[in-house]
């Protein structure tokens, strides 16, 4: 064997087991419930859209709306509000506001993030803003990454990438929710199914 040959199979071998020591996401559900009466066609866009955007984390998001799924029991669902014309004093330029004390609870600016973009755009603008808001009540805390998803101000050229794209979660995010899922007693919620 020359040694082109056996350093091919020393380098197959080491990925090999780099490989074996990567464990995969452990498959985790979350339930969402979403109330709004305002554009479901668009509504339904931005949850299939975040719900992608968990998936590729290992967690599934099943979506539920102004239905009797979501009304019994209420702790098992984690509560979403599409606000619209919320006074501008409450959380100024602020897209969304999770409530992370106590029982958990998301509320949307809805007309804030319609005016933030093109409407063609909203979609993408409302799945960014919802997975940005559910990974707050993931981490169990009010947080901000340098870069991706979880930024506390996304840029005039992160709303153009969502476009193509959904931006990324941050590795450390992506660690402190796994974390999280995995040691529920942690921070413990009762949306998260396992």
């Known amino acids: 064997m020359n040694v082109s ?6 380098l ?5 087991l780099r490989a ?9 559900t979350l339930k969402v419930c979403v ?8 509504l339904a866009q931005a949850e299939s859209q975040a719900g992608q955007m968990f998936a590729a984390i290992g967690i599934h998001v099943d979506w539920f709306h102004d239905s009797r ?23 100024p330029g602020a897209l969304a506001y999770s409530h992370l004390h106590g029982r958990p609870q998301i509320e949307i600016f809805y007309d804030r993030v319609r005016a933030s973009v093109d409407p063609h755009r909203v979609p993408e603008l409302l799945a960014h803003v919802l997975a940005h808001e559910i990974t ?3 981490e169990d805390l009010n947080r901000h990454s340098d870069a991706g998803l979880m930024k506390a101000h996304w840029s005039q ?22 974390r999280a899922l995995a040691y529920p007693t942690l921070a413990p919620r009762a949306f998260l199914g396992q």
């Open 12 to 16: 197959a071998a080491g990925l090999s």
């Open 5 to 10: 040959s056996k350093i091919a199979l020393a």
């Open 35 to 42: 109330t709004s009466s305002r554009e479901p066609w668009i």
């Open 20 to 28: 074996a020591s990567i464990k995969p996401f452990t498959q985790h």
């Open 157 to 178: 050229e992160d709303l153009e990438e969502m476009a193509f794209k959904p931006l990324p979660f941050a590795p450390e995010d992506v660690e402190m929710i796994q």
């Open 136 to 138: 707050h009540t993931l």
């Open 69 to 91: 799924h979501c009304k019994t029991p209420a702790d098992d669902f984690l509560p979403v509000q599409l606000s619209i014309d919320a006074p501008e004093e409450r959380f």
